[in-house]
């Protein structure tokens, strides 16, 4: 099974991959948990340039094309062969994020990035997906609790980029049966229940 987590920047989503590679682990299943972009050794570089606060006059198409370059070589390299072996490959984040950071956010046209996407993914679609919903005015305070130094260059973007990413997640929710709107106010243990039960759910079918 393929799992993905979105949501915006600091609303959870890395604590609950974590606990749920722990959940398989435990079951004696094979897992592997991948992060994007990243989860290569070509994804990582691609990383570090996307990432990097100097790279502030990186242009927006850009941005999305080497967030795409980078989910390409994961997929190609990663994501389909483990699948076929048999594993739960859990990434923290996937395709979704650039139809809402890139798409909504950035204001690219929406056909143009999914397009891209649909290539780059080569029809690796999760089979389920979990968007942690936190509000807008949480994840501001933690942005500022986290402090303006340690964040990256995306992070380092302004409020009403993020007003509009959200807003992207929330379309993708009302169109995409396989996203999961999932409460992240809730108690770390709650969250991962939820998660649990809808992974459950699934594997019954």
Do not use: W
């Not at 968007?131 to 992070?155: A, C, M, W, Y």
């Not at 959200?166 to 709650?190: H, P």
């Amino acid at each position: 099974m393929f799992i993905t987590f979105e949501g915006l920047d600091f609303c959870g989503k890395s604590t609950q991959v974590e606990i749920l590679k722990k959940y398989f682990e435990d079951r004696n299943d094979k897992v592997e948990l991948i992060r994007e972009p990243g989860g290569t050794s070509i994804s990582e570089m691609i990383r570090d340039i996307l990432l990097d606060k100097k790279n502030s006059e990186m242009f927006i198409e850009a941005e999305l094309l080497l967030f795409s370059s980078s989910r390409a070589q994961l997929v190609r390299e990663k994501i389909i062969p483990l699948l076929k072996q048999g594993y739960y490959v859990i990434s923290d984040r996937f395709h979704d994020s650039s139809i809402a950071y890139q798409g909504y956010g950035r204001g690219i046209d929406l056909e143009a990035v999914k397009t891209i996407q649909r290539f780059a993914i080569d029809g690796a679609v999760p089979d389920i997906t979990f968007f942690i919903d936190v509000s807008l005015e949480e994840i501001q305070r933690r942005r500022t609790k986290h402090g303006q130094n340690n964040l990256d260059r995306i992070e380092l973007s302004a409020n009403e980029f993020y007003h509009k990413v959200y807003d992207g997640y929330l379309e993708i929710c009302e169109t995409e049966e396989r996203v999961k709107r999932i409460d992240g106010t809730k108690s770390i243990e709650e969250v991962h229940q939820q998660i649990i039960n809808e992974i459950n759910l699934l594997e019954k079918l």
